[in-house]
């Protein structure tokens, strides 16, 4: 052995031994998903995984959601224009009660006026009658 292969050897072990003290369980391959060699080293073929990627499920999530604020959107868009034709038809059928309820008011107003005055009378009688004894 010659003096420069022996010093590329004992590179490669000191560069064996860092990468052991940095990867305890080992290095793995994120192709083949063994330990024991860099995924560039790796002569193995890519493991099928099960799983989808991320790339698809960021996507799914991404259309659920435009989907949901789709449809709030749509039910929202019904709300109010349910809000709109009730309060339209609640609002000429509450003008008519309101005048009615008005003029009920009004003559429930007198009624009150008159009961008022009349006790406030004989409240002030029945002070004299008590102040006369």
Request: charged fraction near 25%; include cysteine; charge should be positive.
């Amino acid at each position: 052995m010659t003096l420069g292969v022996y010093n590329r050897h004992q590179a490669a072990r000191k560069k064996q031994a860092a990468l052991a003290a940095a990867f305890p369980q080992g290095i793995r391959c994120q192709k083949c998903l063994e330990y024991g060699h860099w995924s560039y080293e790796c002569t193995g073929k890519r493991k099928i995984l099960v799983r989808q990627s991320r790339t698809q499920v960021l996507k799914r999530n991404l259309k659920a959601r435009e989907d949901s604020t789709v449809s709030d959107n749509n039910k929202v868009a019904v709300k109010k224009k349910r809000k709109h034709s009730t309060s339209s038809s609640s609002s000429t059928s509450s003008d008519s009660s309101s005048d009615s309820s008005s003029s009920s008011d009004s003559e429930s107003d007198s009624d009150s006026d008159s009961s008022t005055s009349s006790s406030s009378s004989s409240s002030s009688s029945s002070s004299s009658s008590s102040s006369t004894e």
